[in-house]
């Protein structure tokens, strides 16, 4: 057992939202392959499980405590209320101590068993080690073929593509953390994030397994905005498209009037063009929307990146509580 009080290696990084059940097959398998990967570097590397409530309103907080009072690897910082798992992360984040950061879910969708073989691809010098999911065949047919149709797009649109089917789940060494808490925006899709910062990435497989106890927490309409986030967070793509589109409309407009104008001299007056007129009208009334609901996209973004709101906010947490007690308070 690691002891407290040795090197942190690695910091697991643990968001969990109602996940009494979860828990428990959690620590039991995540123990061993995190030891083995201790081992690797040295024999007197420790880990920690930095569990972040993300305001659970079920026992999650209660089992955690005391599962604290078994297990001193276990740390937990509670979030005041659910921001989502993104934030959750970033809380993480700020409170890991480790050299690697390991972002993990609960559900053990997220094999333990690539512990080792991501420290060991850092120890061979990749400071990011990403997991593949070899098949996503645990997930449902729909939430399969819109990620698929998400990843398609995306690196057709945005600056720099991110891997296929890599989820949170990856190694990050500190130096890759850093830079990304120095990254000030809000909106954050860690993914996009994650591959614009750079660094000598690798990628290993692994499966993605059945969840053990629960249900998934994602619906449907906050994925559906979570990929927005991911594409108005790092492309501007949408936003330029429509001065070409705009601009190729304007033109054909142009001409079209052209055309009417030069006939209506050549042959006389027309037949009431009430068809065309309404096609033209709701045509660009229809553009002129989508024009601006993508406007409101970024803006909206703008918005909150002024208002410059914490990410998340901590309740307590047992990495406090321990330097409170150090400094005698
Ligand atoms: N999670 C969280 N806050 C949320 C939603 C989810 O911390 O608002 C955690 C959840 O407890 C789990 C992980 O994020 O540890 C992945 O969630 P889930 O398994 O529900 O997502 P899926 O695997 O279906 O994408
Ligand atoms: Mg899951």
Not at 59 to 88: C, H, W
Not at 268 to 290: A, E, H, K, Q, W
């Amino acid at each position: 057992m690691a002891s407290q009080g040795n090197l942190i290696l690695i910091s697991i990084i643990i968001p969990v939202f109602n996940e009494e059940d979860a828990i428990e097959p959690f620590l039991r398998r995540v123990a061993q392959p995190a030891e083995t990967a201790c081992r690797l570097v040295g024999p007197d590397m420790s880990y920690e499980l930095l569990f972040v409530d993300d305001g659970s309103q079920d026992g999650t907080y209660a089992y955690l405590m005391e599962a604290r009072l078994r297990q001193p690897e276990i740390e937990v910082v509670s979030l005041s209320r659910n921001f989502g798992k993104d934030a959750a992360l970033t809380a993480g984040l700020h409170n890991a101590r480790g050299r690697v950061i390991i972002p993990m879910d609960v559900d053990l969708q997220d094999p333990p068993e690539v512990l080792p073989e991501m420290v060991r691809h850092w120890q061979s010098g990749a400071e990011v080690v990403n997991v593949k999911r070899s098949d996503r065949l645990s997930d449902t047919s729909s939430k399969r073929i819109s990620a698929e149709w998400f990843y398609k797009v995306y690196n057709r649109l945005a600056e720099r593509p991110i891997p296929e089917n890599v989820g949170d789940f990856r190694l990050l060494d500190r130096v890759v953390v850093d830079a990304l808490l120095n990254m000030p925006e809000r909106a954050r899709f860690m993914k996009g994030l994650v591959s614009w910062v750079g660094f000598h990435q690798e990628t290993v497989q692994a499966k993605r397994e059945l969840r053990t106890a629960g249900s998934s927490k994602w619906r449907p309409w906050p994925l559906w905005n979570f990929a927005l986030d991911g594409f108005a967070g790092s492309t501007t793509v949408p936003l330029r498209i429509w001065t070409y589109i705009g601009s190729a409309i304007a033109l054909s407009a142009f001409l079209y009037s052209l055309f009417l104008v030069v006939r209506r001299i050549v042959a006389g007056t027309d037949t009431p063009g009430y068809t065309s007129l309404m096609v033209v009208m709701l045509l660009f009334g229809g553009i002129n929307f989508m024009a601006l609901g993508i406007m409101g996209e970024y803006i909206g973004r703008i918005a909150a990146e002024v208002r410059g709101r914490p990410l998340y906010i901590e309740r307590r947490s047992t990495l406090r509580d321990r330097s409170a007690a150090k400094n005698g308070l």
